[in-house]
């Protein structure tokens, strides 16, 4: 899997499971990095083919629906560009 890891604040575990083509994730991703906070994410369209089916288990895990962007605070799941709910769960 390719997961790329971002400097910042430690905040606990930060996951973040976007699409390279989705507008909606490039937001997501571009407040983490504006809040400053360490996190990890994954381009999921991106993961070779032979890889991609371990990774989507891992999104359904937290997200049935398997929609993005899939953003994992902690215990808590952000389904979608939340703003004010990523802000509150980086508290």
Same mark, same amino acid.
């Given at each position: 899997?390719?997961?790329?890891?971002?400097?910042?604040?430690?905040?606990?575990?930060?996951?973040?499971?976007?699409?390279?083509?989705?507008?909606?994730?490039?937001? !997501?991703?571009?407040?983490? *990095?504006?809040?400053? #906070?360490? +996190?990890?994410?994954?381009?999921?369209?991106?993961?070779?083919?032979?890889?991609?089916?371990?990774?989507?288990?891992?999104?359904?895990?937290?997200?049935?629906?398997?929609?993005?962007? !899939?953003?994992?605070?902690? *215990?808590?799941?952000? #389904?979608? +560009?939340?703003?004010?709910?990523?802000?509150?769960?980086?508290?």
């Amino acid at each position: 899997m390719q997961i790329v890891h971002v400097n910042g604040t430690d905040r606990g575990r930060v996951m973040l499971y976007a699409l390279s083509t989705c507008g909606w994730c490039g937001k !997501t991703r571009d407040l983490l *990095e504006a809040l400053g #906070v360490a +996190f990890d994410y994954v381009y999921v369209d991106l993961v070779a083919p032979d890889q991609q089916k371990p990774v989507i288990e891992e999104v359904e895990k937290h997200n049935p629906s398997l929609s993005f962007p !899939t953003v994992v605070i902690g *215990e808590k799941t952000i #389904v979608g +560009f939340k703003e004010n709910e990523i802000r509150e769960a980086l508290k």
